[in-house]
């Protein structure tokens, strides 16, 4: 359950960095707001566009709950070396500095791209680990809450 204070209802468009937006129609998906190139870049969590990203700047036309200020955690039990094994779409990476997302662009067929959720993180230098098992969650403590789990690794190939 939500607060009233922990969300609030608007489009894409108002959505800051590290928001989650969820659906409240069987029309709307659940979205992740990172950036990409600095600019605020929502990737698809659910339904036919699943780990498909679009930047989300002035985007009046899709929208839901937003929950600000969300945490990516990740599950060191999934964890791989993708320079080894390739990353599925929607796994999550930290690389350099950054803990960035596997998503497909809207603009390039079959391309990716990494949508970034967190930057400026002590530096990995040249390493890089990726997780399949992921989740966004809001509260510390007692008080934390899972608000979306990535899905089984087979399902984002």
Not at 134 to 143: F, K, L, R, S, T
């Amino acid at each position: 359950m939500l607060s009233p204070n922990e969300f609030t209802v608007g489009t894409l468009g108002s959505a800051e960095p590290l928001s989650l937006i969820l659906p409240r129609t069987k029309y709307e998906a659940t979205m992740l707001v990172g950036y990409v190139d600095k600019a605020p870049a929502a990737v698809f969590l659910s339904g036919q566009f699943a780990f498909q990203y679009l930047l989300s700047t002035g985007n009046d036309n899709l929208g839901g709950l937003i929950v600000p200020g969300v945490r990516v955690e990740v599950s060191e039990s999934s964890v791989f070396d993708p320079n080894q094994t390739s990353a599925p779409f929607g796994a999550v990476i930290r690389t350099d500095t950054r803990l960035v997302i596997r998503a497909k662009s809207e603009h390039a067929f079959g391309g990716s791209s990494s949508v970034t959720l967190h930057d400026e993180l002590a530096s990995a230098g040249e390493l890089y680990a990726a997780f399949t098992k992921w989740q966004i969650v809001i509260g510390e403590g007692q008080a934390k809450r899972v608000l979306w789990q990535s899905p089984d690794e087979s399902e984002n190939r």
